[in-house]
Structures are given as structure tokens and as C-alpha cells.
């Protein structure tokens, strides 16, 4: 079928019409239900039965107005901090401390991180070893777990894990929205942050490899103060320990708070870097409507990445380091920035169309046929399809430690006890 000039204009800010909303909503609680409270009982499945519930909230909300934020922020900056409450707890619990010994360290029983990737990828591919101190497998927080974990972000989410899944990004996320304004301007500071960016991600994989140590995690990682670190017991581990804690105030919480960006998702974390080089592999995009679009310069202001400035607008996009929010939307006065797919300029694909044609000829079967068609069309279009995916992928990643940190909030109102016994 030939498509007309019109008909090939973007339009991805396509709301998904009803029922697709709905449905959507009950195949996202049903799942959120199944995660949450698989092999939990007792405190733990109170946890899980709130975090589902909390989840599948906010999933409705996105579904039904059609665009991701604030909905999509609340679950990303809530999940990060619920995920600090469980983890400290645990350590504490465990070992009585945050800090680690040199002989916890050397018995390799480290929970391996998603950014430790970026370290690890090339010694384990060269040389069949693992410079992080973590076990190959045996826990979801091993090797070869998040190994998986990334290889699936790669073809749903890609650099959208930054926005949706990572469970130290929420915080960043959210403390860049609470300012009203930026009391500091970075400007079109973003083709710059980039190559620091990668530049950061060439050196820790390159060093990596040379040394088999995970130069990133030692000494450049700022979420070391709110998971573990090495215990400082020489003046090396006291360097580190103050480059951790300059790094989590500079660009966690100062530079967010002043410019309403991410700055160190922007500038530090090799792991973003990382998937925006990979990002092409995933079938979602952020897409302008160059034709809707008026270069008020609104989405520009909005994105917390510094993505979008008038040569991506034009182009039809976001730039590489997009980590697909959807901040600009709500922005845009003319509701010309949207999901798309990178195989169609149709936000809601040609079956839209199809089903348009379908009714203009008339008849009862056609008609049966069109609505059909066009629900099926809502259900499968970037506006619904991306939120989903996003949301379950993050929900997954985030349900152990956020039911948790919510079934000690409830214990230790019940009974004065943040501990976790059984059930867990």
C-alpha cells in the first residue's frame, strides 16, 4: 500500500487509543503480581504485594496519558532509594559493617555490579578471568546473571536501562527534577559531555584489560558510599574513599540540584557510555516531528542529558546519549517528540492506515476488522510498547530490594525491628 506524503510524516506522540490502555495495564499488573510475590511469604510478601501494586500504578498512569513522566521518575527515583535501605541492611546484617576487608575482598564474594561490566567484559572475552572480586555465578548479583541482564537491555531497552532500570540513576533522576529552575546553565554542553563520557569508558575497559584490576569500581565509582567500599586502612583506601565522596556530592547531588541535569550519568558513568555506543540494537528511539516542531527550544531545557538541541531536532531525533525518559514530551507545546521505532517514521504503524481504509469502504466485517486491526495497532505502538518493556525490565531488576526495604518499613513499624527474618 502506498503511503502519501502526509501519511509518512512522523507521528510517534500518538496517544494509544482505548482499549489498549487498559489492556496493557492488566497485563502489566499480572506479571507485577507474578515478580513481586514469587517465593515470598510473611513480611516479605506484604513487600511484594505494595511494590506490585505501587508499579502498576504508575504503569496506568503512563498508559493512559500517554506519555512517561512524572509516573516513569517516581518509579525510577523511589526504586533507587529503596534499594540502599535493603542493601545497607543486609551488609550490616551479614557483617556487621559497610566497609570490606582486604580478605572479604580477595575471597571474591562481591555482588557484581551492572557498571563492573564495563571493566570486565574484556579480560573475561581475552583472557577468561574476572577482575571484579565477585563470583561467576551461583546469586542474581554474579557475573554471568548481569551479563544476561545487559545482553537483554541491549535489544529492548538500551540506553533507556539509564532512565528506567539502573538503581543508582533514580537518585540522580530525582534530584534533578526537584529544583523549579537551573540555578546554573551548562548550555549545549552535551557533544562535550559525551566525549568525556567515552573517553572515561575507553579507560577503564583499556585498564582493565592491562592490569586486570576494576579501576572504575576502586577509584572512580561515587555510589561506592551507599553500597560498599574498602575499608580505609591505608592512605590509599582513606584517597579513595575521599575521591567517593567528592564524586557522590559534585555530580549526584550538587550539579543535579544547581543545573537540573544528570551530570554524572552525562560526564562519569561508563556503563551509559557503553550503551549509547550499543543503543542502535534496541528497535526504540526518542523521534521529532521536525514538521510539528516550532524550535521554541523547550524539550532542549527539559532533558536532563543535554540530548536535543536544534541539529538533532532537525534531524529527527535525540542525540546518542538519549536515555529515552520522555522529560521532552511533556515539554513540547506541540506535542511533536514521541517513541518511535528505527525501522518505521509511522509512530503508529501502517496498520493505522490499513484500518483507516478498512472503514471507509464500510461493510460490518470491515468494520469489525478495522477496530481490531487499530487496537491491535495501539497495543503494539512505540507510545505503549516502549513504557511496557521499560517498566518490566525495571520492575524485575528492582522488585528484590524494593519489596524488601518496604517489608522492614512495615516490620519495623509493627514491631520496632528493621530486621528481616524469615521469608525473605
Not at 476488522?369 to 513504557?387: D, G, H, K, N, V
Amino acid at each position: 500500500m502506498e503511503l502519501t506524503n502526509t501519511e509518512k510524516r512522523v507521528a510517534p506522540v500518538a496517544r494509544p487509543s482505548w482499549p489498549a490502555p487498559f489492556v496493557a495495564t492488566l497485563a502489566f499488573a499480572y506479571e507485577a503480581w507474578f515478580f513481586c510475590m514469587a517465593g515470598r511469604s510473611g513480611a516479605a510478601s506484604i513487600g511484594g504485594m505494595i511494590w506490585a501494586a505501587f508499579c502498576a500504578t504508575l504503569f496506568a498512569l503512563i498508559a493512559l496519558r500517554g506519555r512517561p513522566d512524572p509516573a516513569r521518575r517516581i518509579f525510577f527515583s523511589v526504586s533507587a532509594l529503596a534499594f540502599i535501605p535493603a542493601f545497607v541492611a543486609q551488609l550490616v546484617e551479614a557483617r556487621g559493617r559497610m566497609a570490606l576487608t582486604g580478605a572479604e575482598i580477595a575471597a571474591s564474594q562481591l555482588p557484581f555490579c551492572h557498571i563492573a561490566l564495563t571493566t570486565s567484559l574484556l579480560p573475561a572475552a581475552f583472557f577468561r578471568t574476572l577482575d571484579f572480586p565477585s563470583q561467576l555465578i551461583g546469586t542474581r548479583a554474579s557475573f554471568y546473571p548481569m551479563l544476561t541482564y545487559w545482553l537483554l537491555s541491549l535489544v529492548t531497552v538500551g540506553r533507556g536501562w539509564c532512565s528506567w532500570v539502573c538503581f543508582y540513576g533514580g537518585i540522580e533522576d530525582g534530584l534533578s527534577a526537584l529544583p523549579r529552575r537551573a540555578r546554573l546553565d551548562l548550555g549545549n554542553r552535551g557533544p562535550g559531555f559525551r566525549r568525556i563520557n567515552a573517553a572515561v569508558l575507553a579507560f577503564v575497559a583499556l585498564a582493565g584489560l592491562g592490569t586486570l584490576v576494576p579501576v572504575y569500581c576502586d577509584w572512580l565509582c561515587p555510589f561506592k558510599l551507599v553500597t560498599e567500599y574498602a575499608e580505609p586502612a591505608t592512605l590509599r583506601s582513606y584517597l579513595a574513599l575521599i575521591i567517593f565522596i567528592g564524586l557522590f556530592l559534585g555530580l549526584v547531588v550538587v550539579l543535579p540540584l544547581l543545573s537540573k541535569r544528570r551530570t554524572q550519568c552525562s560526564i562519569l558513568c561508563p556503563f551509559g557510555a557503553l550503551q549509547s555506543l550499543l543503543d542502535r540494537l534496541s528497535p526504540f528511539r526518542v523521534a521529532v516531528d521536525a514538521s510539528a516542531c516550532v524550535s521554541c527550544g523547550a524539550c532542549d531545557k527539559a532533558c536532563p542529558m543535554i540530548a536535543l538541541n536544534a541539529e538533532t531536532r532537525a534531524a529527527g531525533g535525540a542525540a546518542s546519549s538519549c536515555v529515552k525518559c520522555g522529560s521532552c514530551f511533556s515539554a513540547c507545546p506541540k506535542g511533536a517528540i514521541g517513541y518511535a521505532t528505527r525501522w518505521t517514521k509511522v509512530g503508529r504503524f501502517s496498520a493505522t492506515l490499513l484500518a483507516r481504509r478498512l472503514r471507509e469502504k464500510g461493510g460490518l466485517p470491515r468494520r469489525l476488522a478495522s477496530a481490531l486491526i487499530e487496537a491491535a495497532a495501539a497495543l503494539l505502538s512505540p507510545a505503549l510498547l516502549f513504557p511496557f518493556t521499560a517498566m518490566t525490565f525495571g520492575m524485575i531488576i528492582s522488585t528484590g530490594f524494593s519489596s524488601e526495604t518496604i517489608a522492614r518499613l512495615v516490620k519495623l513499624i509493627l514491631t520496632g525491628s528493621f530486621a528481616l527474618g524469615g521469608g525473605r
